[in-house]
Structure formats: structure tokens, C-alpha cells
């Protein structure tokens, strides 16, 4: 500290900076690697080799399931001012993190405005929802006049743990898109990341991990989507699997199909945009997202509703 | 006056001190007022096609075991009409009709249920085997309460999705179970045809008299032709209609098993589909209750209309302190209950639908046995014709056993004790269902903390097998998707705009 720099030692902080990343998977707030010691490798446009990306299992789904199920409960049971301020606070260090993933996004070939768009977008997105965590059982919710002599009335519940298939573009905005009406309803989820642009979500994962979201509430895995989705949706312990459209159409049945093992509800948004449109017209791109995706009833989608009836008598 | 009274009661006590038989005397409700055909033709395009003996089945009185009406086994080319007719009046008549007029049509439907109430009820009773007093009392009421509830809706149904624009989803297949036949047609007409759907709806196999009777009543209220199609047959049926490419929309009630399949044939075609399929609720009674009116509660959660409800509550989890004397209350109480003639105002447990189910629940309380549970059976007479079961319970089983995971859908009951509050709550969620559930205590608080951690879409609280129109009923887990009543029942049967107005 008291030592004075001299320019050999900034040259030292340079190269520092630049030591390349091990991507790897979030689980139970922690960054285990896939237990399958396999990889694929992610190169900028150019085909620089940018980084290796774990080619996770149906192992890392299962521990991945585990973790969110072990975690769900306690996250739905705070409350909902609590869940509020710790969706708020993904915000605040997503916003610290913000050339970070310009910087990713830009070398997986992102426009820099487009990248700039995409992370101010999911600033307004988690704000937005951290905001309904307390006004969804108001809007939704009901106190309903039975003709009987009972009180009765509906309140929307967490599901329990949910299956999110990342879209692959917007591949932040996306994946938050589906990730964040899930926190709202007091769910847990496993999410496979991005195949082609898979930096942002596991840059996302250190987001969550230094935020004050409890571990194993939000779990992110990387790998091909092919050999993730069936272990993920014949799941017995995952209740509810989310996509977009933009999935290729076998998986999507496969999703479907599957799911009738333990009657999952399945969720799947339309398409969400490509990179193309986000690189030709970013601010349009981005916006007519945004509008689509600040929609109260993604919530409720992932939500059950539970009626309770009690008698009146003196 | 008074004098009369009085004696009458010295009657009475001296009465009291020689042998009586407190037995109640007959009392069968007429069935001289209602009239059906003995042999009916599937409601197409708001009229009913010819009647043909070789496409025919035969539905009995499971009363009785006698024959009571044939109907039409609707195949491919039936349910291709009735979806043709279906789609033209979507795009026709019933696209153009206003929500209020649409409202002023489902008030109607109401009006002529309650009107005709009387015999719907017999009807009911003769055709499914339920006791005329819950068909009388509960099946028909409600029907028309759900038609009239919704009837409100037709022409408000932007308030029910703010920020939305409510667009009908088109023609909706609707299959529909035995147990409640004219409710569970009502708890799907009645929301689709507010949101401006038109339907064409299956009945079940045993049970199609009260939909097509329903008919005739459309037909005298002038509802436009196409709207409402009610095509008879077995499952073969159903398939025809789910797989039809030219539905917008399913919605099913019946069982998990039936319910799964259905899911996994739609699968490649991403259709809307609501399911209400089986349960298997806890009734959690604590020490604390009052236990003679837990004991009421839990023969009317388990024996009401013999079982044959999804929602029953059909494990009692019982407090260990009070296990003993909750088991002997209600031993005594199963002895009082009178199992007979659905249509004797005083039978409390009616027929058994089928002769298969009454071979289902044998089959289930025989498991049940070889697995260890000791078996208590009410000993009244049983008719010797048609198709009965005894009220009967289950003690000595386990979690794991067959008839605590496996719904039996009669009246058979299965007993287990806890300890402490989330051992009931671990017990109650630990099966693959998640319908309803009850909860008995006199403990306010903790009402709130059991009903907060039961994975069910419907919590009873000190009353159980409660329904009404605006309040939501369906499933968590595998007992379904989507709910029945309330707004949240509207959801089923719309396409919802995002217009932005909140933005």
C-alpha cells in the first residue's frame, strides 16, 4: 500500500486484467463445474477463442433441481415487501456490472448499442417487477361472495420449482424476461442458459451471487439444449417448464409431451427477437421487447391460485 | 292447539319406554312429472340427428341395474359435424351476438334450470345414482347459479383483465364426468359461451340424459344453432374430439390417468387446455376441534354423493390424543347413515355409478386389506339390485399404502394419525395430488399457517365439499391445470390482448 507504483507494477495490473474467465455452471450459489468434464468453446466474430463452456448433464439438472427445490420454500414464504427489495437489488449490481457485459456481448457480436440497450432494458425489467411482488395478490387476488355463510377468498401461490429454457437472443433480456415473473410469484427455477451467447447468463450468476438472492432460488447451467431439455422436463420435481417459440419445434413437444409425466404447466412466449433485428434497429427491437415483457400476467401463468373457505357463525 | 301439542309429546315418552323402530318409513321423490325418450340422437346444429340402433349404447339405472335410455355412439364424422357446426356458428351468429345479448341468453339458460329444477333433479338421480336430496339440494341449485353467474359476465369481461383485451379462443372441446353430469355442463358452458366461445361438449358415457335434456332447453330458449353441441359416446368419442385439428380449446374433467394422455396427444399443437383430474384431500383434524361436528364434516367430505368426488376428502389425518374417540364417533355415526334408493329423500349414500366402479372400489378396499389395513364397514342393508357400497374406513395404513396415494373415488376412508402440526401438513402434501384439502381446528392462526402450506387449490376450513360460483376450484400438481369459477374461471376461455393500456 505504501509502496509507490511504479509503471512495471501498472503493466502487471494490465496483464491481470486480462486473464481470461472459467465460465461455469450456478448452483445452489455456488459455481460448481459440469460433472461431465465436457465443453464447447465460444469464440468471439472474429474466431478468436473466447472461452470454454461447460456441456452440462442430466447429473447438474438433477442437482440443480434439488437446490431449487431445497430453497423454494423459504423464498416464497418471505414477504413480499422482503422479495421486493431483493429483486430491486439485482438492479443495483447489475448496474455496476454494466461494461462488463457490454463488453461480453459486444465480442459475441452484438452492436455496442444494441448491448447498451439490451442491460439499461433489464434494469427497468427487474425494477418493474421488484414492484409487483407486493401488488400482484392485490390486483389479482379476491374476496369472493359466496351465497353461503362462509368468508372465502383466492390468493395467488408460488407453483414451486420451474424449468426456464433461455431464449438465445436477447440472451440477457430474455432469460430475465422469464426468470423474473417467476421470482415475483415465489418460485425457484433452473435455467439453461444461452447456448450461443452464454457469457451474459453465467456473468448474471455472479450478479445473483454477490445480490441478496438466498442461493438456489435462481440455478443456471450451460450446455445444448438437445441433451438438457428431456432430463429437465420429465423431471418428476420440477412443476412448471417456461420457453419462448423461438425453441426448435421437437424440443418444444418434447417439453410438451414430457411434461404429462407429473402434469407440469408449460409456458411458451412468443418468439423473442433475433440478433439481426436487435443489431439492425436496437431502440425498436428492444422496446417493443420490453413492452411485451412488462406484463403482470407472466406472473400469474406461473402462479396457482388457492381459495379457502372458512364459516361465519357466532 | 296447544293442548294437542301436549299431548303428543305424553304420546310421545310413553312411546320412549316400549320398543320402537326409529327407522325412517319410504319416502321416494315422484318420478311422475318427469318424462325422457328412450332412445336419444346426438344435439347437432340445434337439433337432434335420427336415432340409429346400431350406432346406439345403452345407459342403466344403477339403482336398479335396468335399462333406462339408449343413446348415440358419436363417431368421427359426428364430431366432425358438430365441430363444423360448432366453427359456423363462431363465425356466424355467435360471433356477431353482443355480450349483452350473450348475458341476456345465459340468464335465460338460468331461469329455465331453476324453472325445471324439479325434475333435472329426478332426472339426475335416476340417471347417475346420487341421493335426490344432494341433486335436489346442491347438483341443479348450482347449475343454475353458475349459468346466472356467468351470465353476469358476458358483457363486463374487460374489468375481469385489466391492462387486457378479452378475445374468445373459438370452439372449445369440453369432456365432462359422471359424478356431477348437469354441474360440470354447466361449469363449462356457461364461462365459455360468456367469453363468446361455442362449445361442443361430451358427457360421459354413463350419465348423458341431463345434457341432453339440457337441449331442450336451449332449443325453447331459441339459443342461435351451432353454439352448444352435446355429442354422446364412449372415450372413443373423446379422442375423436380432442384430436380434432379444427378445436381451439380443451377442457377436461375426469381422471390423472385420462388427463395425461390427453396432454401428451396435444402436445405437438400447442393448444389451450384447462384439466380438473383427480384427489386425494386430507381432512387434518386437530385436538382442539369440536369433534362432533368434525365427525359431520367428515362424512360429508367423504361420503357425500358415495365418493364419487374428486375433491373428497378422502384421508382423514386425525390428531393421535384424539384419534380413539374420533374413530368410535364416527363408527357410531356410519351405522345411522342410510345407504339405498337415490330417489328416497332420505338416503344419505346413493348407487354406485357403474357396476366397473363398484369392481374399482372393491378391487381398492381388497389392496388396502392384503396391505395390512384393517377394514370397518357400516352395517345397514344394502338393496339387493344395482350397484352399492358400504360406507367404510381404512385404519392401520401408511403413507406409502396403495389407498392413501391412489384415489378411489368412493366412499371409502382412510385414517391416519399425526402428532404435531407439520407432520400433518408433510402428511396432507405427500401424494401426487393437490386438489383440496380440510382443516378442523378451532384455532384461528393456525388455520392460516396449515392452509398456507397446503399444496391444494382448494382449503375447507371447518367445512369441507363447499362450491359456488364465484369462488376458483381446481388443482395444484397432478390434479390439474387452470381453475373453474370466479375470474379466474373466465381466464380458460380467452385470448388475452395485450393493449398496453398500462404500460
Not at chain 2, 176 to 193: E, G
Not at chain 2, 202 to 216: D, G, H, Q, R, V
Not at chain 2, 368 to 388: D, M, N, R, V
Not at chain 2, 403 to 418: A, S, W
Request: proline fraction near 4%; hydrophobic fraction near 35%; include cysteine.
Amino acid at each position: 500500500m505504501a509502496k509507490k507504483q511504479t509503471s512495471d507494477d501498472t503493466s502487471q495490473i494490465n496483464t491481470m486484467n486480462s486473464i481470461p474467465k472459467t465460465y461455469k455452471n450456478y448452483i445452489n450459489g455456488e459455481f460448481p463445474r459440469t460433472e461431465s468434464g465436457r465443453y464447447y468453446s465460444v469464440e468471439a466474430l472474429d474466431g478468436k477463442h473466447i472461452a470454454n463452456i461447460g456441456l452440462s448433464t442430466r447429473k447438474d439438472v438433477r442437482n440443480a433441481v434439488q437446490a431449487a427445490r431445497k430453497a423454494q420454500a423459504s423464498w416464497a414464504n418471505k414477504t413480499a415487501y422482503n422479495r421486493g427489495q431483493i429483486i430491486y437489488r439485482i438492479a443495483e449490481i447489475l448496474s455496476g456490472r454494466r461494461e462488463q457485459f457490454t463488453n461480453e456481448m459486444v465480442l459475441l457480436g452484438y452492436s455496442k448499442e444494441a448491448a447498451e440497450l439490451e442491460i439499461n432494458a433489464c434494469n427497468e425489467l427487474i425494477v418493474y417487477f421488484a414492484g409487483w411482488t407486493d401488488k400482484i395478490g392485490q390486483v389479482f387476488g379476491s374476496v369472493n361472495p359466496v351465497a353461503s355463510d362462509h368468508f372465502n377468498f383466492s390468493r395467488q401461490e408460488s407453483v414451486g420449482v420451474v424449468g426456464i429454457i433461455s431464449p438465445e437472443t436477447p440472451s440477457l433480456l430474455g432469460m430475465l424476461g422469464l426468470l423474473l415473473p417467476n421470482m415475483v410469484a415465489g418460485n425457484s427455477q433452473v435455467i439453461i442458459a444461452s447456448k450461443q451467447f452464454p457469457l451474459p447468463s453465467c456473468t448474471f450468476a455472479e450478479v445473483l451471487a454477490t445480490s441478496d438472492v438466498p442461493a438456489g432460488i435462481v440455478n443456471i447451467i450451460t450446455g445444448l439444449k438437445s441433451e438438457l431439455i428431456p432430463p429437465i422436463s420429465k423431471h418428476m420435481d420440477v412443476d412448471v417448464l417456461v420457453g419462448d417459440c423461438s425453441l426448435d419445434i421437437e424440443l418444444r413437444v418434447m417439453c410438451e409431451l414430457e411434461s404429462a409425466s407429473n402434469m407440469k404447466k408449460v409456458y411458451f412466449w412468443e418468439s423473442f427477437n433475433s440478433l439481426e433485428e436487435l443489431n439492425s434497429s436496437p431502440n425498436e427491437t428492444i422496446s417493443t421487447c420490453l413492452h411485451s415483457l412488462k406484463d403482470p400476467y407472466h406472473i400469474l401463468h406461473v402462479q396457482e391460485v388457492k381459495t379457502t373457505w372458512h364459516p361465519i357463525s357466532e | 292447539m296447544s293442548e294437542k301439542n301436549l299431548s303428543d309429546q305424553s304420546t310421545r315418552s310413553n312411546q320412549a319406554s316400549i320398543s320402537i323402530d326409529w327407522s325412517y318409513a319410504n319416502a321416494p321423490e315422484s318420478t311422475s312429472h318427469v318424462s325422457f325418450s328412450k332412445h336419444y340422437g346426438l344435439f347437432i346444429d340445434g337439433s337432434f340427428t335420427e336415432y340409429n340402433e346400431n350406432q346406439s349404447f345403452e345407459s342403466i339405472n344403477p339403482a336398479n341395474g335396468e335399462s333406462l335410455y339408449r343413446c348415440t355412439e358419436a363417431n368421427k364424422s359426428d364430431v366432425d359435424a358438430a365441430v363444423r357446426a360448432a366453427r359456423k356458428a363462431f363465425k356466424g351468429t355467435w360471433g356477431t351476438t353482443s355480450g349483452t345479448q350473450r348475458s341476456h341468453y345465459l340468464y335465460r339458460i338460468a331461469r329455465m334450470l331453476q324453472e325445471r329444477a324439479r325434475e333435472f333433479a329426478v332426472l339426475e338421480s335416476m340417471d347417475g345414482g346420487k341421493p335426490i336430496r344432494e341433486s335436489r339440494d346442491i347438483d341443479i341449485p348450482l347449475a343454475a347459479a353458475y349459468f346466472f353467474y356467468y351470465a353476469g359476465w358476458a358483457d363486463k369481461l374487460a374489468y375481469a383483465f385489466p391492462g387486457k383485451s378479452p378475445i374468445p379462443l373459438g370452439v372449445c372441446a369440453q369432456i365432462i364426468p359422471w359424478n356431477f353430469p348437469l354441474l360440470m355442463l354447466a361449469w363449462k358452458i356457461a364461462p365459455a359461451l360468456a367469453c363468446g366461445n361455442t362449445v361442443v361438449l361430451k358427457p360421459a358415457e354413463t350419465t348423458s340424459l341431463n345434457a341432453l335434456k339440457f337441449c331442450e332447453l336451449l332449443q325453447d330458449i331459441g339459443l342461435p344453432d351451432g353454439v352448444v353441441n352435446i355429442i354422446t359416446g364412449s372415450a372413443k368419442t373423446g379422442e375423436y374430439l380432442v384430436q380434432h385439428p379444427d378445436i381451439d380449446k380443451i377442457a377436461f374433467t375426469g381422471s390423472t390417468g385420462v388427463g395425461k394422455v390427453i396432454q401428451q396427444s396435444i402436445a405437438k399443437r400447442q393448444l389451450p387446455a384447462t384439466f380438473e383430474l383427480g384427489g386425494k384431500g386430507a381432512f387434518i383434524l386437530f385436538d382442539d376441534a369440536a369433534l362432533n361436528e368434525a365427525v359431520e364434516g367428515i362424512v360429508n367430505a367423504i361420503f357425500f354423493n358415495q365418493g364419487h368426488v374428486c375433491c373428497a376428502g378422502s384421508r382423514l389425518l386425525v390428531q393421535e390424543g384424539v384419534a380413539e374417540k374420533v374413530i368410535n364417533l364416527l363408527k357410531k355415526r356410519m351405522q345411522h347413515l342410510i345407504v339405498g334408493d337415490p330417489l328416497d329423500k332420505n338416503t344419505d349414500i346413493g348407487a354406485v355409478n357403474s357396476k366397473e366402479q363398484l369392481e374399482t372400489i372393491q378391487r381398492y378396499v381388497n389392496t388396502g386389506i392384503q396391505e395390512g389395513a384393517t377394514c370397518f364397514e357400516s352395517s345397514g342393508h344394502l338393496p339387493t339390485s344395482g350397484y352399492y357400497f358400504p360406507p367404510t374406513i381404512l385404519t392401520g395404513v401408511s403413507q406409502s399404502s396403495t389407498v392413501v396415494q391412489e384415489e378411489i373415488f368412493g366412499p371409502v376412508l382412510t385414517i391416519q394419525t399425526f402428532r404435531t402440526t407439520d407432520e400433518a401438513i408433510e402428511k396432507a402434501n405427500n401424494t401426487p395430488y393437490g386438489l383440496a384439502n380440510g382443516i378442523w381446528t378451532d384455532k384461528g392462526s393456525k388455520i392460516f399457517y396449515v392452509g398456507s402450506k397446503l399444496k391444494s387449490g382448494v382449503v375447507w376450513s371447518n367445512t369441507y365439499n363447499k362450491f359456488d360460483p364465484t369462488s376458483p376450484f381446481g388443482g395444484f400438481k397432478e390434479s390439474g391445470k387452470g381453475r373453474e369459477g370466479g375470474i379466474s374461471g373466465l381466464h380458460a376461455y380467452v385470448k388475452l390482448d395485450h393493449n398496453g393500456g398500462m404500460y
